[in-house]
């Protein structure tokens, strides 16, 4: 079955330092990857997407590259801020089968100090 | 437009008792979900909805029950609450396959059970 295993936290950086979170997958079919943010006391909210192998999806400074050969989709961002404090979700959708499940990873707590 | 939303925000109930959980969208989605959040758990998918009418066990059914009467509810229902039903419940919506993979989350609801 499909599963996402994601960098474990919580993770606590200094304002304006370097983030990434490790997320590897494994999948039957051609999967899309997604990460998802969830701020204090809300939903989560989609932070960007890719469809397919080797597009990078971006938003907001956060990168990540669907990287097949490897099954990775690692998020990134050159320098965070306090505001980029939330849990991070990295989840993918299998399109193989013809329905839009998500499966998640038990997501990675962000704390960014000022 | 409001989005996915959910009513009530808390709840606290005994265990046995009965309650239902409301999800609202108003983007004319087709999909809709049912989530559960536990700590170290990510999210796990109670049941879905490809249409109105329709319903499906997601990978945690048990306990819980499902209707989507009208295209834009989708109701979950716990009969006899147990503790172990303690959690954050979040609906979502997507507009169906083949065109979008991206879900919506609403605010979720947070219930305990005693």
């Known amino acids: 079955g499909n599963s996402v295993t994601q960098m474990e936290g919580p993770v606590t950086l200094s304002e304006e330092a370097f983030l990434t979170i490790n997320c590897t997958y494994t999948a039957t079919g051609y999967p899309s990857l997604f990460w998802y943010v969830q701020y204090p006391g809300e939903g989560l909210q989609l932070l960007l997407k890719?469809?397919?192998?080797?597009d990078k999806g971006s938003n907001k400074g956060f990168e990540a590259t669907y990287r097949k050969e490897t099954t990775s989709f690692h998020l990134e961002k050159g320098s965070v801020q306090v505001s980029d404090s939330a849990v991070y979700f990295c989840a993918l959708s299998d399109r193989y089968f013809g329905n839009e499940k998500l499966t998640f990873g038990t997501g990675t707590r962000l704390t960014i100090i000022p | 437009n409001a989005g996915v939303t959910q009513t009530p925000k808390f709840r606290v109930l005994k265990t046995g008792q009965s309650m239902t959980l409301l999800c609202a969208q108003d983007m004319n989605h087709e999909y809709m979900y049912w989530y559960r959040q536990d700590p170290g758990m990510g999210l796990r998918l109670i049941h879905y909805?490809?249409?109105?009418?329709?319903?499906a066990k997601g990978e945690v059914p048990d306990g819980y029950n499902v209707s989507r009467l009208k295209k834009q509810n989708f109701l979950l229902g716990l009969e006899s609450a147990a503790p172990s039903q303690t959690s954050v419940y979040f609906c979502?919506?997507?507009?169906?396959?083949?065109?979008?993979?991206?879900?919506?989350f609403g605010p979720g609801t947070r219930l305990t059970v005693t």
């Open positions: 979502a919506s997507s507009p169906g396959t083949g065109r979008s993979y991206e879900q919506y």
């Open positions: 909805s490809v249409g109105e009418g329709t319903t």
């Open positions: 890719a469809t397919k192998a080797d």
